[in-house]
């Protein structure tokens, strides 16, 4: 089973695939005989057209030598890099047979929150796709079933079945197991959306996670006190060392990585710690009327700003021994390929909840978080793709999804689905939005 792909000659290659020399030599038979195993895993179409030009493409590399087929042997580097072009080509005919997606989700007793976040990972390709394939069966590292995995995706089978017979698709089930996993959500009071993705994500996460399970050790090495890195180097141990724990697709779409870089007012020393992240939580700047839209850059902007850390509050100086005053500033080092921002609307006061509604704009297309990363990172874009809203109060509210189709956005609302113009987006209700990187001058690995 080929699992991912890899760069050799210019062409991408199955990972795992072991090339010997490039100078070599080999029989072509003996590379047919290896690209025989991947074409019949192939649907009969696919396996039929990739055999005809598999054929072709080796007469044509022996006439052009003037060889003879039978146990000739040509540059192992020529057959790979050609052959491997036809895998591609074949891999790209292989699209999964798609309904428009545009189904909705019943509500089975305050669950707007959960139909509207599902609606967007729905439309989360990378996931969706995954999903649909199963291809987290041979991902997984545990012989345990993934309940809950197979559950959610016998959801997104409803939502985007081609034959389009149901209009409604009923998550009943899988919130069932979902709440045995969680107990946290368990009886039905209304929930938070931001919360329960997150709760989701890890969930999923776990059942399919490609590491074994560790258990902690009992004793840890302590790790060098004044050894200096570069940051990139030391950030790139740091995510080594989470991938030895933690592997999965949602790992590998979701999540990024934060820099909180500290500065002594003391000794000047700075020092760095890295953690993982799978949103952004970012705090809405106050203003006195509620009415001013604000923008989403100076959202991050506030996220990212410098902040003085009083003596009392601030973390052990490495150098000086001691609480000294220092600030903190977080950077996001590595960039996920999906940016779930969640905009921090709930916030607690000395006696209740209260819900901000200031109107919170955002770009559809472009958002550059460039100027939030590595210095002289470049350019970092995403465009946004889904948003769940909450209207309503603390107390009492609603959730609805919007995602974007080919032919416009969709608003889903529980079971309705209707189309709704690009302008509607922003509003004082969007809360978690859902950006997919489009390019960046910056190496993820």
């Not at 072009?85 to 798609?98: F, H, Q, S, W």
């Not at 609307?345 to 100027?371: A, E, H, I, W, Y």
């Amino acid at each position: 089973m080929i699992k991912g792909h890899s760069r050799y000659g210019g062409q991408v290659i199955p990972a795992g695939a072991t090339l010997p020399a490039p100078f070599t030599h080999i029989s072509v038979h003996s590379a047919w005989r290896e690209f025989t195993l991947y074409k019949s895993q192939m649907p009969r179409a696919a396996s039929n057209h990739m055999d005809n030009s598999c054929r072709a493409l080796c007469r044509s590399l022996l006439s052009q030598n003037g060889l003879q087929p039978e146990g000739t042997d040509i540059s192992q580097s020529v057959l790979y890099t050609s052959l491997m072009g036809l895998l591609l080509v074949a891999d790209r005919e292989k699209e999964l047979p798609l309904g428009s997606g545009q189904v909705g989700l019943r509500n089975v007793g305050n669950t707007c929150f959960l139909n509207a976040i599902v609606q967007c990972l729905s439309h989360t390709r990378g996931l969706r796709d995954y999903c649909l394939t199963k291809s987290y069966l041979q991902d997984m590292c545990s012989s345990q079933e993934p309940e809950l995995m197979n559950e959610f995706t016998k959801v997104l089978e409803g939502l985007w079945d081609v034959d389009g017979g149901d209009t409604t698709v009923n998550p009943g089930k899988f919130y069932r197991v979902f709440k045995e996993a969680v107990p946290y959500f368990s009886g039905y009071s209304q929930q938070d959306a931001q919360e329960f993705l997150r709760f989701l994500l890890d969930q999923l996460h776990t059942e399919i996670n490609r590491r074994p399970a560790q258990h902690p050790s009992i004793t840890t090495t302590p790790e060098p006190t004044y050894t200096r890195f570069r940051i990139s180097e030391e950030a790139s141990a740091m995510w080594k060392r989470h991938l030895d724990r933690d592997d999965s697709m949602i790992v590998d779409l979701f999540s990024g990585q934060l820099r909180s870089s500290l500065h002594c007012s003391v000794c000047s020393h700075y020092s760095n710690t890295f953690d993982v992240f799978c949103d952004l939580s970012l705090p809405i700047p106050k203003r006195s009327d509620s009415r001013v839209t604000v923008t989403l850059r100076e959202c991050l902007d506030l996220f990212s700003q410098e902040e003085k850390l009083e003596q009392e509050n601030s973390p052990m100086c490495e150098r000086c021994n001691r609480r000294t005053e220092s600030t903190k500033k977080l950077t996001i080092q590595r960039f996920p390929k999906i940016l779930v921002i969640h905009l921090n609307r709930f916030t607690m006061t000395r006696f209740s909840f209260c819900k901000s509604t200031v109107p919170v704009s955002f770009p559809l297309n472009d958002l550059d978080l460039g100027p939030f990363g590595p210095v002289d990172c470049g350019p970092v874009l995403y465009d946004l793709y889904a948003l769940c809203n909450h209207a309503g109060t603390v107390n009492m509210g609603h959730y609805t999804a919007a995602c974007r189709e080919e032919e416009g956005w969709c608003c889903y609302n529980d079971s309705c689905v209707t189309q709704i113009p690009e302008d509607q987006l922003q509003s004082t209700q969007a809360y978690v939005l859902f950006y997919q990187l489009k390019s960046s001058t910056t190496s993820r690995k």
